[in-house]
T-cell receptor
């Protein structure tokens, strides 16, 4: 019973390609997030959605487009991939977005752009 | 803007020894404070959190943390570490009412047998 799942776990692709990462949570949470963890393990929020509505967009290049078809899913589509996009991408969810509730993280998707 | 500093990038302790991981934050008011652990190849798991009240908070796996407002610190402690505690530890802060978690750069913990 995985609470927050992501697919794929690993993604290797070439510069210029377009790719998507999918995230699903079965916790009934209202808020979902995407984080990027760089090679130095630094974690930074990219987006958050509350009930399918975009709440946070942290000056992420518009090549990154999140999509939330329903509140259990938050997918991340990346256009024209660049070398600097190589990172581990984590999806997370929480009961609501007020900071009070624990964020549950998925296992991560390691993206390698060659 | 909030920021979080974890001064120690890498710490090595012997199994059975005590542990303290440091975390300092910068924020005008009392924030929500968190410690997360990331085992190799895994996502993050919440160890404990502080919102208000008692400044010493207990978490899972025998961890505790103490909020010290005067020092803007939220250090994580464990009296006796186990080999399974080897992982990356992240301190994080959130403004009350805000969704955004701001993470420190992490401290990698290695356990010597």
């Amino acid at each position: 019973d995985t609470a927050v799942s992501q697919t794929p776990k690993y993604l290797v692709t070439q510069m210029g390609n377009d790719k998507s990462i999918k995230c699903e949570q079965n916790l009934g949470h209202d808020t979902m997030y995407w984080y990027k963890q760089d090679s130095k393990k630094f974690l930074k929020i990219m987006f958050s959605y509350n009930n399918k509505e975009l709440i946070i967009n942290e000056t992420v290049p518009n090549r990154f487009s999140p999509k939330s078809p329903d509140k259990a899913h938050l997918n991340l589509h990346i256009n024209s991939l660049e070398l600097g996009d190589s990172a581990v991408y984590f999806c997370a969810s929480s009961q609501d977005g007020g900071g009070y509730y624990e964020q549950y993280f998925g296992p991560g998707t390691r993206l390698t752009v060659t | 803007a909030q920021s979080v500093t974890q001064p120690d990038i890498h710490i090595t302790v012997s199994e059975g020894a005590s542990l303290e991981l440091r975390c300092n934050y910068s924020y005008g008011a009392t924030p929500y404070l968190f410690w997360y652990v990331q085992s190799p190849g895994q996502g993050l798991q919440l160890l404990l959190k502080y919102f208000s009240g008692d400044t010493l908070v207990q978490g899972i796996k025998g961890f505790e943390a103490e909020f010290k407002r005067s020092q803007s610190s939220f250090n994580l402690r464990k009296p006796s570490v186990h080999w399974s505690d080897a992982a990356e530890y992240f301190c994080a802060v959130a403004r009350q009412g805000a969704q955004k978690l701001v993470f420190g750069q992490g401290t990698r913990l290695t356990i010597n047998p």
